[in-house]
């Protein structure tokens, strides 16, 4: 007899085929258990070295030995006769039957539904993660994790129907997902105009990931037909491209929004389990009329990408919107917020005329939106803008505090109070958070120019150029960047060379139009004209006699003149002709400007010295007995 035959005899093959069947299954499911149950990284790898050692142990026993009615015995203690291998042959072979059907179905399993774990599936629910849902439409998942790194973004869905005229409807699916998901603690969530910048170029999804500093995609696609909607959706590990879990929605097209608020709530809750994330969705306020909020999600980009013009095409959606649906809270509060803005993007005819009108609107806005919505983090942010303006700034930074308690990881709260922290001295704290609100939406000019300015008042002069040039490469259209580079530069001899360049690039880029064109010229045919640069006083005339306000900051920065600043710049602002707050923070690299009696009584009068009592003071101030204070240069 031969070996070959032996073997076959003895059942080692049938015990073998057995053995592989069974142990695949067993290494689909400890990788399945691992994520699901959040096990050790080692827990399938030690799975999968158990087996290799039990593999010639299962050859070794299956020849040695046999199992008979008594028991297991050797093979060489039972007699020829009473041997019943081909009994226990076909036990075997039901077995391994048994064993490659539950293959096969964990196989089509898989490639139907590409996900790491167990419970992803769209109809059930992770045994180890239980998703509960309160009546008012908030989920929490019992499933513990202390994954602060856990982040994503929602790339825009792609339109694939034939019309195009269905592709806001998709830029809204995804939309909604991410005001879903970014209400997720300990959940970072890529801002909107970031991760929409993404749209229509087939880059690589590890490079999209490096470019948001996000670990997790979410990206989908959106078809309709006739009355038939088709949604996919599917969440990718971003370092490697792996599809952690995908799923499709067919529905009829009755009501909009309850497939957004369907799909949303549910991407947010799979996405919890699969990340292991502790979760409390809040649910925002909604509207039922599809005008009003394709209006609202135009205005709010349009805001967010700042200009005049955008802002003036935003405060029109917006009127549209809060007149066909005055209860929806979130056009009201982008109303306000655009009036917060409105003033510095408007000429100084304008601002003298209509400050303190655009500060009643914006106002009245703000105080509607949080009337219709307590627990908003942007309604209280956008209240406190506008305490800050009327010099309640006690009660402004309380709004502030409550809206980023409510809300820490909502960019455009976060860049809102940056603003007005810098205004009030508090550099250390704007730091922090304006580096949050980039890391967010690192895309977005905006949040990266507040966050220079915050270097510079930090005398972090690298990090606050790198910063400003980041702006200005991300939207060469915007303005402020170049003005406050230039500011910068002015106050810093080293940089002065740099001026020129940066006026000429803002002329090239038509970041400066109109009247900020033409001053801007005016302001070089200055700095040609080396003569005048050297004569201080002359050039400090000239500043005097000038409606330049780019003028007069920069020759009142190049010339570090104190007495200019007072009795020039700061004079319309302390007048009350300006209605936009405390500005007494502007030149901090003046050497004296501190020391000056007029900055001390600024303080006071608009309110800083009782806030600075109140909320404690700013690194570089200190109290001085019970009425007053002293501040230090920081570069």
């Given at each position: 007899?031969?070996?070959f035959?032996?073997?076959?005899?003895?059942?080692?093959?049938?015990?073998?085929?057995?053995?592989?069947?069974?142990?695949?299954?067993?290494?689909?499911?400890?990788?399945?258990?691992?994520?699901?149950l959040?096990?050790?990284?080692?827990?399938?790898?030690f799975?999968?070295?158990?087996?290799l050692?039990?593999?010639?142990?299962?050859?070794?026993?299956?020849w040695?030995?046999?199992?008979?009615?008594?028991?297991?015995?050797?093979?060489?203690?039972?007699?020829?006769?009473?041997?019943?291998?081909?009994?226990?042959?076909?036990k075997?072979?039901?077995?391994?039957?048994?064993?490659?059907?539950?293959?096969?179905?964990?196989?089509?399993y898989?490639?139907?539904?590409?996900v790491?774990?167990?419970?992803?599936?769209?109809?059930?629910v992770?045994?180890?993660?239980?998703?509960?849902v309160?009546?008012?439409?908030?989920?929490?998942?019992?499933?513990?994790?202390?994954?602060?790194?856990?982040?994503?973004?929602?790339?825009?869905?792609?339109?694939?129907?034939?019309?195009?005229?269905?592709?806001?409807?998709?830029?809204?699916?995804?939309?909604?997902?991410?005001?879903?998901?970014?209400?997720?603690?300990?959940?970072?969530?890529?801002?909107?105009?970031?991760?929409?910048?993404?749209?229509?170029?087939?880059?690589?999804?590890?490079?999209?990931?490096?470019?948001?500093?996000?670990?997790?995609?979410?990206?989908?696609?959106?078809?309709?037909?006739?009355?038939?909607?088709?949604?996919?959706?599917?969440?990718?590990?971003?370092?490697?491209?792996?599809?952690?879990?995908?799923?499709?929605?067919?529905?009829?097209?009755?009501?909009?929004?309850?497939?957004?608020?369907?799909?949303?709530?549910?991407?947010?809750?799979?996405?919890?389990?699969?990340?292991?994330?502790?979760?409390?969705?809040?649910?925002?306020?909604?509207?039922?009329?599809?005008?009003?909020?394709?209006?609202?999600?135009?205005?709010?980009?349009?805001?967010?990408?700042?200009?005049?013009?955008?802002?003036d095409q935003?405060?029109?959606?917006?009127?549209?919107?809060?007149?066909?649906?005055?209860?929806?809270?979130?056009?009201?509060?982008?109303k306000?917020?655009?009036?917060?803005?409105?003033?510095?993007y408007?000429?100084?005819?304008?601002?003298?005329?209509?400050?303190?009108?655009?500060?009643?609107?914006?106002?009245?806005?703000?105080?509607?939106?949080?009337q219709?919505?307590?627990?908003?983090g942007?309604a209280?942010?956008?209240?406190?803008?506008?305490?800050?303006?009327?010099?309640k700034?006690?009660?402004?930074?309380?709004?502030?505090?409550?809206?980023?308690?409510?809300?820490?990881?909502?960019?455009?709260?976060?860049?809102?109070?940056?603003?007005?922290?810098?205004?009030?001295?508090?550099?250390?704290?704007?730091?922090?958070?304006?580096e949050?609100s980039v890391?967010?939406?690192?895309?977005?000019?905006?949040?990266?120019?507040i966050?220079?300015?915050?270097?510079?008042?930090?005398?972090?002069?690298?990090?606050?150029?790198?910063?400003?040039?980041?702006?200005?490469?991300?939207?060469?259209?915007?303005?402020?960047?170049?003005?406050?580079?230039?500011?910068?530069?002015s106050?810093?001899?080293?940089?002065?060379?740099?001026?020129?360049?940066?006026?000429?690039?803002?002329?090239?880029?038509?970041?400066?139009?109109?009247?900020?064109?033409?001053?801007?010229?005016?302001?070089?045919?200055?700095?040609?004209?080396?003569?005048l640069?050297?004569?201080?006083?002359?050039?400090?005339?000239?500043?005097?006699?000038?409606?330049?306000?780019?003028?007069?900051?920069?020759?009142?920065?190049?010339?570090?003149?104190?007495?200019?600043?007072?009795?020039?710049y700061?004079?319309?602002?302390?007048?009350?002709?300006?209605?936009?707050?405390?500005?007494?923070?502007?030149?901090?690299?003046?050497?004296?400007?501190?020391?000056?009696?007029?900055?001390?009584?600024?303080?006071?009068?608009?309110?800083?010295?009782?806030?600075?009592?109140?909320?404690?003071?700013?690194?570089?101030?200190?109290?001085?007995?019970?009425?007053?204070?002293?501040?230090?240069?920081?570069?």
């Amino acid at each position: 007899m031969n070996l070959f035959t032996e073997l076959k005899r003895r059942n080692v093959f049938r015990a073998l085929a057995a053995y592989l069947v069974i142990g695949w299954l067993l290494t689909q499911v400890s990788t399945a258990l691992e994520e699901a149950l959040h096990l050790p990284p080692w827990f399938d790898s030690f799975i999968v070295s158990m087996l290799l050692i039990g593999f010639p142990l299962v050859i070794f026993f299956s020849w040695a030995y046999e199992i008979t009615p008594e028991g297991v015995k050797k093979e060489s203690d039972i007699e020829s006769n009473k041997s019943i291998v081909a009994h226990t042959g076909k036990k075997l072979d039901i077995v391994t039957l048994l064993a490659v059907v539950a293959a096969g179905g964990m196989f089509a399993y898989q490639q139907l539904n590409p996900v790491s774990g167990l419970g992803s599936q769209s109809s059930n629910v992770s045994e180890t993660a239980e998703i509960e849902v309160d009546e008012k439409g908030a989920a929490s998942s019992s499933a513990e994790s202390d994954n602060g790194d856990a982040s994503i973004a929602v790339l825009p869905f792609v339109n694939m129907s034939s019309d195009k005229e269905q592709e806001y409807f998709a830029d809204g699916i995804s939309e909604e997902i991410l005001n879903v998901l970014v209400r997720i603690p300990n959940l970072k969530v890529a801002g909107r105009t970031s991760s929409f910048s993404f749209k229509g170029k087939n880059e690589d999804l590890r490079n999209i990931g490096d470019a948001l500093g996000v670990n997790h995609l979410l990206e989908g696609s959106v078809r309709r037909s006739g009355t038939t909607l088709r949604i996919t959706a599917q969440l990718i590990r971003s370092e490697d491209g792996f599809h952690l879990w995908s799923d499709t929605y067919d529905r009829e097209l009755e009501d909009i929004f309850d497939i957004q608020d369907e799909i949303s709530q549910h991407v947010a809750e799979q996405l919890a389990i699969t990340l292991g994330l502790n979760t409390k969705i809040k649910m925002h306020q909604r509207t039922d009329d599809l005008l009003v909020y394709e209006n609202y999600l135009k205005a709010k980009q349009l805001f967010l990408l700042r200009g005049k013009d955008n802002l003036d095409q935003a405060l029109a959606l917006l009127d549209e919107a809060t007149k066909r649906d005055p209860n929806f809270a979130p056009a009201w509060t982008y109303k306000a917020y655009v009036y917060g803005v409105y003033g510095a993007y408007s000429s100084e005819e304008d601002n003298l005329a209509h400050s303190k009108t655009w500060t009643k609107e914006g106002q009245q806005a703000a105080q509607r939106a949080l009337q219709l919505d307590t627990e908003s983090g942007d309604a209280l942010a956008a209240t406190g803008v506008f305490d800050f303006y009327n010099f309640k700034l006690v009660e402004a930074f309380e709004s502030f505090d409550r809206a980023l308690e409510l809300e820490p990881d909502n960019a455009n709260v976060l860049d809102t109070v940056v603003q007005h922290l810098l205004a009030t001295g508090y550099y250390e704290q704007s730091e922090r958070l304006s580096e949050k609100s980039v890391a967010i939406d690192p895309l977005l000019a905006t949040y990266r120019n507040i966050q220079a300015a915050t270097y510079g008042f930090l005398g972090e002069d690298h990090q606050a150029i790198t910063a400003f040039k980041k702006s200005i490469e991300l939207d060469p259209s915007l303005f402020f960047p170049y003005v406050n580079l230039l500011l910068f530069y002015s106050g810093k001899p080293e940089y002065h060379a740099s001026i020129k360049p940066l006026i000429n690039k803002a002329l090239e880029n038509k970041a400066f139009v109109g009247k900020s064109a033409t001053n801007a010229k005016q302001l070089l045919g200055i700095l040609n004209d080396e003569d005048l640069l050297a004569d201080k006083k002359a050039l400090r005339e000239l500043a005097m006699q000038s409606q330049n306000r780019m003028l007069i900051e920069v020759i009142s920065q190049f010339t570090a003149d104190v007495e200019l600043i007072v009795n020039k710049y700061f004079a319309s602002l302390w007048s009350g002709n300006y209605n936009y707050g405390p500005d007494v923070f502007t030149f901090p690299s003046i050497d004296g400007f501190y020391k000056n009696k007029l900055f001390k009584e600024q303080v006071k009068k608009d309110g800083l010295l009782a806030l600075w009592q109140a909320r404690g003071f700013p690194a570089h101030c200190r109290p001085i007995g019970d009425d007053d204070f002293e501040c230090k240069h920081l570069n």
